[in-house]
């Protein structure tokens, strides 16, 4: 499961008032993640994120994503989380490396760490199943990361409950 650049479609030129439609919201997506502060690029394949030295990512199936994304919300913790939609859908976690990540430090085999040169899709990116969507979309009060080391303690925990 690949969650960069070689997860989106190539669709090639786009006529058509649904993909009028689609590039007005990938216009107005971009616009806000640029008033966000977000650095995104924007590639005929969609928007990405770039992931730099004190950003990271956590991937990992919906059923554990939907786990951590509600402890992170109890614990107000919860940051921008997208959703890659597919037959095996997957959860994004965007999150702040406030360390190094250490080379042995090990996660779930379920989850899977994203780390710069990386870059992140980011909705509406379209996707051969569909457009990425946010789980839980970034604001002007919550465009922060949070740090990696809580999103990886909770899908730890949230990986255990599920066997």
Same mark, same amino acid.
């Given at each position: 499961?690949?969650?960069?650049?070689?997860?989106?479609?190539?669709?090639?030129?786009?006529?058509?008032?649904?993909?009028?439609?689609?590039?007005? =919201?990938?216009?107005?997506?971009?616009?806000?993640?640029?008033?966000?502060?977000?650095?995104?690029?924007?590639?005929?394949?969609?928007?990405?994120?770039?992931?730099?030295? =004190?950003?990271?990512?956590?991937?990992?199936?919906?059923?554990?994503?939907?786990?951590?994304?509600?402890?992170?919300?109890?614990?107000?913790?919860?940051?921008?989380?997208?959703?890659?939609?597919?037959?095996?859908?997957?959860?994004?976690?965007?999150?702040?490396?406030?360390?190094?990540?250490?080379?042995?430090?090990?996660?779930?085999?379920?989850?899977?760490?994203?780390?710069?040169?990386?870059?992140?899709?980011?909705?509406?990116?379209?996707?051969?199943?569909?457009?990425?969507?946010?789980?839980?979309?970034?604001?002007?009060?919550?465009?922060?990361?949070?740090?990696?080391?809580?999103?990886?303690?909770?899908?730890?925990?949230?990986? =255990?409950?599920?066997?």
């Amino acid at each position: 499961m690949s969650i960069t650049a070689a997860t989106t479609a190539d669709n090639g030129p786009r006529f058509g008032p649904r993909d009028r439609a689609h590039q007005q =919201a990938l216009g107005e997506a971009i616009a806000g993640y640029r008033l966000l502060g977000w650095k995104v690029s924007v590639t005929e394949q969609g928007v990405f994120l770039p992931l730099g030295p =004190a950003t990271t990512a956590l991937a990992m199936p919906a059923r554990i994503g939907s786990r951590v994304l509600a402890d992170l919300k109890a614990r107000m913790l919860a940051g921008p989380v997208t959703v890659i939609p597919g037959p095996r859908e997957h959860w994004i976690f965007l999150a702040e490396l406030v360390a190094l990540l250490p080379t042995h430090l090990k996660a779930p085999a379920e989850v899977q760490f994203v780390r710069s040169p990386q870059r992140i899709a980011l909705p509406p990116t379209m996707t051969r199943y569909g457009s990425l969507r946010w789980a839980n979309p970034p604001s002007h009060s919550r465009h922060w990361f949070p740090p990696f080391t809580a999103v990886l303690a909770l899908a730890r925990t949230a990986v =255990a409950k599920d066997r």
